[in-house]
């Protein structure tokens, strides 16, 4: 339906409506809100982040009279009492709102929490008295408008559209919930957050169970699989003989799991689990030889230049007879020339590289075999484009901590797994411990220690710079302090991912050889570094990162066998230790994934979002993917025909088509 069909909306409105992916009233409904103001409690200060929008109650000590700082600016400010602290409220060119703000009396506010030297703040909160309150209650919908329209705006056209919209529901014919249109009233509009959780999960289930009929109707339109392999297991004996250990049963049997789909009519869809140190990259290396002997080229993907230049100089060192390329974004242009050709011309085997193996100008003579590094480093429109230089390509992916919508597909049963045993005792040398502000000042002492006895540590932070507002460690304000304040004398690196890559690489050069004795960074660190002298892993405001980025960076120490290792996690709310201390516990870096997982949401599934929208009330679980899976096979089995008149159906035949489901 046309958009000016709906009330207020104009030919002025349409083109900004347009620039959020909004063309008709059905995209207005779909438009829905990325996160909610609840206003149904008060929040506690003790479990609230910095940038985190509050409820607060309480009683103003004292008001200012309105000063004029400079024209066209004028402030008033009041000191707010609550939950045995005081808090700054500050508003700006309202003076009109100074006559409403009265000493010792109660108020409920509402604003933005943040911090500087002296106290909290809230800058031009809403405002209203305590036994007056009406405006600060329920639930507030926000919508990712980037500020095109206004949110009053958005929630009327939304409004409008609702009563214009048609909801036909594929999947009523086969199973009983509350109807699509009330689902979304509830989303939009709703009175209590079990309105929200109610109306999201109805929603996710039509999305859900609509994608997954897509695809199978998809995947049973797939021509069967062109390439041939053919050679028994122990066609590799050679190969796996030859490395400088045994392989363990766990390597075995993920080897031969995937010798096995290789030799099925259907093309392998596989994720290999493992823990740093468990052996994933020579399981693939491997494999990546098998599938050469049998005739064909194999593709390498990592997600930075250090780990592909790693994997690289593990291929050359570990497979004799294999032609190997390499092929990075630094690699110079006549690099490029040689690689490319010889790719094209098949004089390559096994190409190992960044991103700049999909690239357009990269043709295979006979791709057979992609594998993924680190697999939640990338999206799922890389996976795609790498699977399209080839007719039915065989997929392995990898990862230590699988991303949400990879433990889905798990779950659904599209994606085989194979798990790694971890190999000897490394990750049991490594300690992990979650610590407070007031603990840091012991840290740095600790660290100094460390660095004494010839070792060497990483601090990571959450953020390059910092941002105003948000009360995070950033990374260049960090490294300024501690190189004048507790490590000074010290030789401290910086790396972040903005950097020039050959800065980048003398940076981390120097950190290998042990110049450089604390290197602070961001998360660019999670892979693929690999300093067998580290062994103190400092991450500052850890409730900022997933469970899966923690155990990542957990991974960069604990990595030479005999060496005491220490991960500390550091955060200044008490609510998010618990969440932490599940890492403390656990070393298991699939099962960590599967916290996540639970925790964040598993995402759009099979659409192109990784992870869940709507925060904690727009959550995918285990339990609601699974009840979809049921409800497509119903719909599969007995209402085909009639399904496939549905409008969400055709769009996701349509947007499943080109994109990689691993």
Not at 452 to 461: K, L, R
Not at 641 to 655: A, D, P, R
Request: with cysteine; aromatic share 8%.
């Amino acid at each position: 339906m046309n958009l000016q069909d709906v009330k207020g909306v104009g030919e002025k409105t349409v083109p900004k409506l347009n620039k959020l992916g909004i063309y008709s009233t059905r995209d207005l409904v779909d438009f829905l809100p990325g996160k909610y103001w609840d206003m149904t409690r008060f929040s506690d200060l003790e479990n609230t982040h910095i940038g985190d929008y509050v409820l607060l109650c309480g009683i103003t000590l004292s008001v200012t009279k309105v000063q004029y700082i400079r024209r066209n600016m004028n402030v008033f400010k009041a000191t707010f009492f609550t939950q045995g602290r005081k808090i700054a409220l500050t508003w700006f060119n309202a003076p009109y709102l100074r006559e409403r703000v009265t000493e010792g009396e109660e108020y409920v506010v509402w604003g933005k929490l943040l911090e500087n030297k002296v106290s909290l703040s809230l800058s031009n909160p809403s405002f209203e008295l305590k036994a007056k309150s009406e405006r600060l209650k329920g639930i507030t919908p926000i919508y990712p408008t980037k500020n095109i329209i206004a949110q009053p705006t958005m929630s009327k056209f939304i409004r409008g559209a609702i009563d214009k919209e048609k909801f036909d529901s594929v999947i009523e014919s086969v199973c009983e919930d509350i109807p699509l249109k009330e689902a979304y009233t509830l989303a939009h509009f709703p009175q209590t957050r079990e309105d929200v959780s109610l109306g999201r999960r109805r929603i996710n289930k039509e999305r859900i169970s609509a994608q997954l009929l897509a695809y199978k109707l998809l995947k049973q339109g797939k021509s069967p699989k062109v390439k041939t392999y053919g050679l028994p297991f122990n066609a590799i004996d050679d190969a796996v003989k030859a490395l400088p250990y045994e392989l363990t049963p766990s390597q075995n049997k993920a080897l031969k799991d995937i010798i096995d789909d290789f030799n099925r009519p259907e093309k392998m869809n596989r994720l290999l689990a493992g823990d740093v140190g468990s052996g994933k990259t020579i399981v693939a290396l491997m494999a990546a030889v098998y599938a050469v002997r049998c005739g064909y080229q194999v593709a390498f993907m990592a997600p930075t230049e250090i780990l592909a230049r790693q994997h690289y100089v593990t291929a050359c060192k570990m497979l004799s007879g294999i032609r190997i390329g390499v092929l990075t974004g630094v690699s110079t242009a006549a690099e490029k020339r040689y690689v490319k050709a010889a790719v094209k011309a098949g004089t390559i085997d096994l190409l190992i590289g960044t991103h700049s193996v999909i690239g357009d100008k990269v043709e295979f003579a006979d791709l057979g075999f992609i594998i993924i590094d680190e697999l939640q480093r990338f999206g799922v429109r890389h996976k795609s484009s790498l699977e399209n230089k080839s007719e039915n390509v065989d997929v392995l992916v990898m990862s230590a901590t699988p991303i949400p919508r990879a433990m889905a597909l798990t779950l659904y049963g599209d994606l085989k797994l194979s798990s790694l045993e971890p190999r000897g005792s490394m990750a049991e040398n490594i300690q992990t411990k979650v610590i407070g502000d007031e603990q840091l000042s012991d840290v740095y002492a600790f660290i100094h220690k460390r660095i004494e006895c010839g070792e060497q540590a990483y601090i990571v932070c959450p953020l390059v710079e910092d941002s105003e507002g948000l009360e995070r460690m950033s990374a260049k304000s960090l490294y300024a302090s501690l190189v004048t304040g507790p490590f000074r004398g010290v030789n401290i690196g910086l790396v972040y991912s903005g950097m020039k890559e050959d800065i980048k690489a003398e940076i981390m050069s120097r950190f290998y050889s042990g110049d450089i004795k604390v290197l602070v960074a961001t998360t660019v660190i999670e892979v693929g570094i690999d300093c067998k002298n580290a062994s103190v892993m400092l991450v500052l405001n850890a409730d900022c990162f997933g469970l899966a980025t923690l155990h990542q960076l957990r991974g960069r120490v604990g990595r030479r066998e005999g060496l005491k290792s220490y991960c500390l996690l550091h955060t200044s709310v008490k609510k998010e230790s618990e969440r932490l201390k599940s890492l403390c516990e656990s070393r298991d870096g699939f099962e960590i994934a599967q916290k996540d997982a639970d925790m964040r949401g598993y995402g759009d599934f099979f659409g192109l979002r990784q992870s869940g929208g709507g925060g904690e009330w727009g959550k995918i679980d285990a339990e609601l993917i699974i009840e979809c899976r049921n409800i497509a096979e119903k719909l599969y089995k007995e209402r085909l025909t009639q399904s496939l008149e549905y409008e969400i159906v055709q769009k996701y035949l349509t947007t499943l088509k080109d994109v990689a489901l691993s």
